[in-house]
């Protein structure tokens, strides 16, 4: 069913030590949507992210994973791209063992082996995001980029319904950033995406939703960005980001302008 | 030398220790990846209370460890689960309150306390016989479970927070780990004693850790070099007369900073070469 909404939060609430950390966010993401949730560091939008995924506990409201209350079934069903500066890249893994952890969403157990559709879905998630010839290298061998990549491919190893991505253009060297968008831009085709980002730049053509949280969610009901949201979000006007090469797409035309 | 083998005692020692070196191999790597060295510091100095209670109960203090030391490995992943921020402090308390107990214990215990001293640094070349069966099927045990477990422990470790999303028993994992690590604790020290496991659990996985592309790879490395490290420490335990335990960890620190050493050094010449 085209257009069912995938991940439904309302009125989520999430106090961390007593402070407030998200406040009355509501957000509804569809099937087939890109969608870019922007904000400034510490805006709490990996907070956001990670009571969707059941990892942190929240405080009021709901949050419905497949129109269910979000459990372990549907987050087996959601491929989630962290932030890579926590990992411990020294770790002794090949880029193909680790996208086959991706697999374990689908097993039961937790003694099951990996499988030859294991295998096989691993490989197609590689291919899918052109890194096949990086399979046998160590992660600790890997640039910035190809990194976020064979995080991704980890996701999509699982077969999921909706990527979640956090903060992913953040070690991706400027040359390759537009490159790396044409890639989620062509993922996003065949599997609905939720992104975070801090950099506001990026929100390029390809997102086709947005929303701008700083604590609170800032939505346009055209779902598009617009200056009066992100000097909301950001506590401030933001100039630069009319400059430059923002999409006409994103910024609505306003009335008054010549 | 050569006729060190024609002793029996000399022949379980150079056993014992390969198999010793089976189960530091794998539990070692594993606790070198998941940077859990600390904790597996405070089991292993804790079990020295076991040691201490198997002596007050007129136990095998051998037993006594296997048990003390399950106990505190139970605690402390209870204690981790629950307070995540200080688990640094609870290890401490762990360490030194174990070996605070240990010497407690054999204070109070009447009479003479014998082989304490290759409980605190071991001596292999006085490993019993059935403490040779007991290390076999401790050993047997790991591999076992290691096997077993292999994708779900690989996940767990590179990535927790990824694998408790993918529905993975990701707390019941660590408790298991920790068991496992109480296991080679015991196992580990007959051969080194229990102030000194800490070194054989690590230094195989930190020298190998330099060759190896995955988990299983480094066991696999861990495991041979420690039978290497352990077989040359126990000729020399032999040909010098002194602790197995002393000989078999001067040995292998001096092999992890040569290999260390050598692997900067190279390199740093393949770096500045590449610059030429």
Redesign the interface.
């Known amino acids: 069913m085209d257009n069912e909404p995938l991940i439904e939060i309302r009125n989520l609430t999430l106090r961390y030590h007593g402070q407030v950390i998200l406040d009355d966010v509501s957000l509804t993401v569809r099937r087939g949507d890109f969608y870019a949730i922007i904000g400034p560091n510490g805006a709490g939008k990996t907070t956001l992210i990670k009571a969707v995924l059941g990892l942190v506990p929240i405080d009021s409201g709901e949050i419905l994973l497949f129109s269910e209350p979000a459990g372990p079934k549907g987050r087996a069903r959601i491929g989630y791209v962290p932030q890579y500066q926590a990992f411990d890249f020294q770790f002794p893994i090949t880029v193909h063992e680790m996208v086959l952890t991706g697999r374990l969403g689908r097993k039961i157990h937790p003694f099951s082996r990996y499988g030859l559709h294991d295998f096989e879905a691993a490989n197609k998630a590689l291919s899918r995001i052109s890194a096949v010839s990086l399979s046998k290298k160590q992660i600790s061998d890997l640039s910035g980029g190809e990194r976020q990549r064979a995080l991704i491919a980890r996701a999509l190893a699982g077969e999921p319904e909706v990527l979640i991505l956090d903060e992913p253009t953040v070690f991706v060297d400027t040359p390759t950033e537009e490159q790396f968008y044409e890639l989620l831009s062509s993922l996003s085709r065949e599997v609905t995406i939720l992104m975070i980002t801090h950099d506001i730049g990026v929100v390029s053509k390809h997102v086709n939703r947005v929303a701008c949280l700083n604590r609170k969610l800032y939505q346009h009901e055209s779902d598009q960005l617009t200056p009066e949201m992100i000097s909301m979000a950001y506590g401030c006007p933001v100039d630069l980001i009319t400059h430059g090469d923002v999409p006409h797409r994103v910024f609505a035309r306003h009335g008054n302008e010549p | 030398m050569i006729e060190a083998f024609g002793y029996e005692f000399f022949r379980s020692a150079l056993l014992a220790g390969l198999l010793a070196s089976v189960v530091c191999g794998i539990i070692g790597s594993y606790i070198v990846?998941k940077?859990m060295i600390s904790v597996a510091g405070g089991v292993s100095h804790a079990a020295f209370g076991g040691i201490g209670l198997g002596y007050l109960l007129g136990l095998d203090p051998l037993t006594g460890a296997f048990f003390f030391t399950l106990g505190v490995s139970v605690a402390i992943w209870g204690l981790m689960e629950r307070a995540r921020e200080h688990i640094d402090t609870l290890i401490g308390a762990f360490w030194a309150g174990g070996m605070a107990f240990g010497i407690l214990c054999i204070s109070l215990t009447h009479g003479y306390t014998s082989d304490l001293f290759s409980y605190l640094f071991g001596d292999i070349l006085l490993v019993p016989p059935e403490h040779l069966i007991l290390i076999s099927l401790l050993g047997i045990f790991v591999i076992i479970i290691v096997t077993?477990?292999y994708?779900?422990l690989?996940?767990v470790?590179?990535?927790q927070?990824?694998?408790?999303?993918?529905?993975?028993?990701t707390r019941?994992?660590n408790l298991l780990v920790l068991i496992l690590i109480a296991v080679a604790v015991v196992v580990l020290i007959q051969v080194v004693g229990t102030i000194l496991v800490i070194a054989l659990l690590t230094l195989p996985a930190a020298i190998a850790?330099h060759f190896?592309?995955?988990?299983s790879?480094?066991m696999i490395k861990s495991t041979i070099i420690s039978m290497i490290i352990t077989t040359i420490g126990i000729f020399l335990s032999w040909i010098f007369d002194i602790p197995s335990g002393s000989m078999i960890i001067l040995f292998g620190v001096c092999v992890y900073l040569v290999v260390t050493a050598g692997k900067e050094m190279f390199n740093h010449r393949v770096l500045s070469g590449r610059e030429q």
């Open positions: 990846v940077h077993l477990f994708p779900a690989q996940a470790a590179f990535d927070e990824y694998a408790t999303i993918s529905g993975l028993p019941g994992l850790r190896s592309k995955t988990l790879g480094l």
